[in-house]
């Protein structure tokens, strides 16, 4: 059973647009979540977290947007850079951001030149 | 650079060997986590420590597999008998605990053939 979901496998955007990676979760336990950013042959990278008292959490030009009564995330980047162009995997803890995380299967960002 | 280190990066084996991960978090860091990914999935949570204690394993370590961290230092995930369905990307965390998101090494890529 996959409690964290990312339907949309890759995404593509063009470099100085917005993108906005999806994320869907089925537990009603989970109160923090993450977003890791994943380069080829590397370990996966925090990238920005939100806990589930907050409905947004801004970083630079990262923006995670928590909709708790649609249990449902979101990762918006802006302006889009081709360095961006990674995996994105969503995850999500019952406690805390350093308890065990469940990831979602991830999502592929190419941002075009 | 004193990320989490993982050694080694690659291990072929042949089906029926045992086999061994060694994983060294980041100092300070108490607590150590040992992830599994397969292709096309995200991390799955295979085990955690805090310091040298061993305080939650997922049912899908099973008894073939043995996760030790002495001294609450570094950490070794050992494989027995392994098989084909082990072949997979070995991801070591650590934590500092009170919050702060995990950190994840490289990863050791076993082959089982």
């Known amino acids: 059973d996959q409690q964290v979901k990312q339907n949309s496998p890759s995404l593509s955007v063009q470099e100085g647009r917005i993108s906005i990676l999806n994320c869907d979760y089925t537990?009603?336990?989970?109160?923090?979540f993450l977003w890791y950013k994943k380069y080829p042959a590397e370990g996966p990278t925090f990238l920005i977290s939100i806990s589930s008292i907050k409905d947004k959490n801004e970083d630079g030009r990262f923006t995670v947007f928590l909709n708790k009564s649609a249990k449902h995330l979101s990762l918006h980047i802006v302006p889009s850079q081709p360095g961006d162009s990674a995996v994105y995997f969503c995850a999500a803890s019952e406690s805390g951001a350093n308890s065990k995380l469940t990831f979602g299967k991830g999502i592929t960002l190419s941002v075009r030149p | 650079d004193t990320g989490v280190s993982q050694d080694p990066r690659h291990k072929i084996t042949k089906r029926g060997q045992n086999v061994t991960f060694r994983c060294d978090p980041i100092s300070e860091h108490n607590r150590l986590y040992w992830y599994r990914q397969t292709l096309g999935q995200g991390p799955e949570f295979l085990t955690y420590f805090q310091n040298e204690a061993q305080l939650e394993k997922s049912r899908l370590l099973s008894d073939r597999f043995s996760a030790e961290r002495p001294k609450g230092s570094f950490s070794t995930l050992e494989i027995q008998r392994t098989e084909q369905g082990d072949s997979a990307m070995y991801l070591c965390?650590?934590?500092?605990?009170?919050?702060?998101?995990?950190?994840f090494g490289n990863g050791t890529r076993l082959t089982v053939t």
């Open positions: 965390a650590s934590s500092l605990g009170l919050n702060s998101p995990l950190h």
């Open positions: 537990n009603s336990m989970f109160d923090y």
